[in-house]
């Protein structure tokens, strides 16, 4: 029997309300780790289980310190004999980006697989205790291996590159960009529909990175600083001044269609690449990619600008790619690379 280890963060599938009927108003990460556990019928046969909680929080308070110390206790399972595999449990509101980040800092090898719940541990019908077993035996599955950090939600499996929550309330709130799922879980037998080259399709460029240590200070951001901004009719340009001033040293921009701006936010953005700050085009669309050099006049394209095109990776994981690349010391070119490594 395999050995894993799942850490609780906290989040939804931790939740506790005052009555059964309730799914909304509740305190999330109320349950210990060990409880939710127990609450698992057959789940020690599945694997033998060892548990541990360094926090538990709503996963709307998650800050780079808290994806420092996942990174760390994902880091040493990988390099310890005693372990087969990891299950975190975490919220599902930035499950996404801690998957993410944590898929881009973990050398491939065990299978590390999360998940969380859409209704709390005190609900009627809640969804928990199912999706930490089907977690679980994706983990413990000989198929789960060099796939990179996975997202089990709802009997199914997706990849950190892709994975995102679609919808606010409902019990299958995941789904996967441009993508189909990884595998899905079927009375209790995992059927992986991707081959794990599939899957892992991504060098890593990132697994063997020396990490800061984590700080939990006001203000203060144990990663470098990279600002999100959502292009809009009327979007304001000299945000863009003004992340740079609040210490920005990268910025995504969603744009629109496939990464466009209007000529001022152009303009500011490029004065920013100018003076060192990476700039990363996305796209506000929820599918497709964001294509390098996508203007009519040379001048305006990427080339000329030293922007970055996204590619197939969306805002939100834009974001976080993009602080791995300048933690590493990326420039502008070497960062393209990156992102064009998800195609
Ligand atoms: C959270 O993200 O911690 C709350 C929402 C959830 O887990 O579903």
Redesign the pocket.
Known sequence: MKTLLIIGT????A?AAPAATQTIGYR??AVPVGELIDNVPGLRDVARIRATQPFS????HMRSAHWLILAQLVRKAQSDPALDGVVITH?????EETAFFLDLVSPRGKPVVMT???RPATAVSADGPANLLGACRIAADDGAAGRGVLVAFNDRVFAAATVGKVHTLRLDAFAARDAATVGEVADATVRWREPVQRTALRPQAFGALPLPEPVFEPQAEALPRVALMLQHVDCDETIVQWHQKRGARGIVIAGSGNGMLPDPMRAALARASRSGCLIVRASRVPSGPVVRNGEAEPADRDDALGLIASGFVAPLKARVLLQCCLLAGMGAAETQQQFDRFG
């Open positions: 906290g989040g939804t599938i939740g999330a990460g929080i709503g996963s709307e919220g599902t509101d930035t499950m969380g719940a859409m």
